[in-house]
């Protein structure tokens, strides 16, 4: 996986652990807005590594725009991360991206 990605114009970088915990809990990824991360923990499933990261982006994404509170809106952003590549595949389908 590239270890850069523009957000909005905002370089950020894409950091890879081999795991990532909270606390006791381990989970996929998290993004730092102050710090320009993307957090992506290692997974033998790429697929699964892809939807962490388009969530951890979309995070950023609200981030950088301005809207802190859609960027800290957990449900928004998983329901986003599961719609939004639906919608994309169809602008690909039409030539519009
Ligand atoms: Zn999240």
Request: charged fraction near 30%.
């Amino acid at each position: 996986m590239e270890n850069k990605m523009s957000i909005l114009g905002v370089e950020y970088e894409i950091v890879s652990p081999e795991e990532l915990n909270a606390g006791e809990e381990q989970i996929g990824g998290f993004h730092d807005g102050f710090e320009r991360k993307l957090f992506v923990a290692q997974h033998e499933v790429k697929e699964f590594m892809r939807t962490c990261l388009l969530h951890e982006a979309l995070h950023a994404m609200f981030f950088e725009a301005g809207f802190e509170n859609y960027s800290d809106d957990e449900k928004l952003i998983s329901a986003l991360e599961h719609l939004l590549p639906k919608v994309s595949g169809e602008f690909k389908r039409h030539n519009l991206i």
